[in-house]
């Protein structure tokens, strides 16, 4: 079965569940393996709720061991790659209410390169959401960069853990927008992070379901990649200067989503929802 027949029936189903299922079904649904191992599984909460919702880039990072490949669930399918190769666990507990299933560990070494440019520019809007969990503090969850693997020059849209083990939204604009939770964040439990661009009302970030932070802001024009687990945060005052090996995030991670629009205050309430 194609990735594309895949994506057509995981859409089918979507709608099924949406419209209303037996707890029976619903749990028969809940799994479908794809014998290629294209796509290891299709999920019906943090991977189909953010498709029904129009992600144009997700990345489960739930593929298992070995390989180097990250697959985008999303219709554009623009596979990433794991720099360093894929390392993976499979363990409890799982960031979704779904059966434990493997989740990638990012580190120094290890993390995740998408192809294809994404066009950013403050009058377009766009979110871009994650789940992890750490104990430690530094790295870049997922953002925006002018170069696909190297430490970008240009970046922008930057979701972090700052060195006080904080979430914080970077953003360049006319100005460094930088805006960020008043707690930390690496306790070991799994968390829920979204940045927003609402080319209306600016820069929002919200966290495990709320907003925790905004600015009137907006980001500069950047072409760039969209980078998972690593990019340079040198100039920002959150960031970690030239320092690329902080600039890694270290840890667990799962579901990171893309949007060419900005979601709504609701949407990320229940996307959260899907919590365990």
């Known amino acids: 079965m194609t990735r594309r027949r895949l994506a057509a029936l995981v859409g089918v189903l979507l709608l099924v569940t949406w ?19 294209t796509i290891k599984s299709a999920i019906l909460d943090c991977t189909q709720v953010p498709l029904a919702d129009g992600a144009t880039r997700h990345y489960p ?36 209410a779904r059966p434990i299933d493997w989740y990638a560990r990012l580190d120094q070494t290890h993390w995740v390169s998408t192809p294809g440019t994404i066009s950013i520019a403050p009058g377009t809007s766009s979110s871009q959401e994650a789940w ?41 604009g006319t100005s460094n927008y930088e805006i960020a939770t008043s707690y930390s964040l690496n306790d070991g439990a799994w968390h829920h992070v979204v940045g927003v661009h609402d080319a209306a009302s600016g820069l929002i970030l919200y966290v495990d379901g709320v907003q925790r932070a905004s600015v ?15 990019e340079n945060t040198n100039g920002f005052t959150n960031g970690f200067g030239t320092d690329q090996d902080l600039a890694h995030f270290w840890d667990y991670m799962a579901f990171v ?20």
Do not use: M, W
């Open 132 to 172: 992890f969990r750490t104990v430690n503090s530094q790295g870049v969850i997922c953002g925006f960069g002018s170069t696909q693997t190297g430490a970008s020059t240009n970046k922008t849209n930057l979701l972090i853990i700052t060195s006080l083990g904080r979430v914080a939204f970077l953003v360049k």
């Open 61 to 96: 990072l739930n593929e298992g061991a070995g390989g180097v490949i990250a697959y985008d669930a999303s219709p554009t399918g623009a596979d990433g790659t794991y720099q360093g190769g894929r390392n993976s666990n499979a363990a409890n507990p799982y960031p979704c």
């Open 19 to 37: 419209l209303g299922t037996s707890p029976t079904v619903s749990a028969f649904l809940a799994r479908v393996v794809n014998t290629t191992n």
């Open 216 to 230: 009137n802001g907006h980001p500069s024009a950047l072409t760039g990649y969209f980078r998972i687990g690593y």
């Open 257 to 276: 989503s893309y949007y060419p629009f900005a979601l709504s205050a609701t949407q990320v309430s229940q996307h959260y929802a899907l919590h365990n």
